[in-house]
């Protein structure tokens, strides 16, 4: 007989991550290409030596630690394997079968797989023609059935981003019952002081007796710390302690505890370097737009390139210039920032693109 797994999984797409290719300059996964601070390193090979324990389960120090530099209590907060595991706990913890999760489309690849994974219905709300997040068309597609709402601010893979004014409107007409996810996974990138901080607008919202908005934030993009997995999730108490309660056991390795902890030492260090991406991602676009393509103004630390049927030629047109980029066949591509020699070798490819 036949294991029977989920039917309801069988035509579930897998996750399709970013390529690597040996001798390739990857810009497909927003990862930044400077490798981790001396310190940090020094930090992950202290820790080495005492894998053969179980890691702090609660994550202690860490969460102390962002609790002080956030301004929010400890019981505020949750870790998570990845801020993408966040964003499954928090759909685990919020819907069932006959649940629905709204989120804007094209946004984070992971939003529609989690959903379904966890078994809940989804609403996937069309983009603007700006290829930003339509949030009027998202408070209308929330139903009675409505759990969860995903805010990809900035968002990927178009890198647009939403201003307080907006997001505080969007939320006011959010039922208070159900829970907005602010996913602030590029927050360290944005320039644009009307962007809010998804944490500080978060606090305005519960001191306003709204319960029902949560940040994420992560430690793979600004911080470099993709290969570890660490995130988190701001919010309140409530929804804080269900995400705790759905957390798979030690699932925040030691390394990546004390790696998330020695970036935080290094932190301005570490902005400075977004700060540098940030400047070849104003370079990068306006370079992009003279040869001709349509770029929309990015907060993220990639542009998106709103190619349509010509997104599989650019692509491949790419790769033989040695540049992985991220395609969404039929969409755009999306490229991440790297450091400037990547960029330009990027733009010679992009620029001799006849498709
Ligand atoms: C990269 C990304 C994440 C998750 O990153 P983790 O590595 O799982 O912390 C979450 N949301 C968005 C929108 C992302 O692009």
Redesign the pocket.
Known sequence: MTVRTRADLVALPGYVPGRTIPGAIKLA??EVSAGPLPSVVRAIADAATAVNRYPDTAATQLVARLGEKLGVPAEQLAV????????QQLVQATCTDADEVVFAWR??E?YPIITAVVGARQARVPLTGGHALDLDAMAAAITPNTRLVFV?NP???TGTALTRAEIERFIERVPSDVLVVI?E??KEFVDDPDVPDGVELAKAQWAAGRDNVAV?R????AYGL?GL???YAVASPAVAETLRKVYVPFSVNALAQVAALASLDAEAELMERCRAIVAERARVREELLAAGFEVPVSQ?NFVWLPLGERTAAFNEHCLSHKVVVRAFVGDGARVTIGEPEENDAFLAAAKSFSG
């Open positions: 996964s927003n998570g394997c990845g801020s993408v595991t966040l964003c946004s984070f992971a990809c968002n990927n893979p996913d996974a590029y994420l992560t430690f793979s993009k993709a997995r660490v995130g993220a």
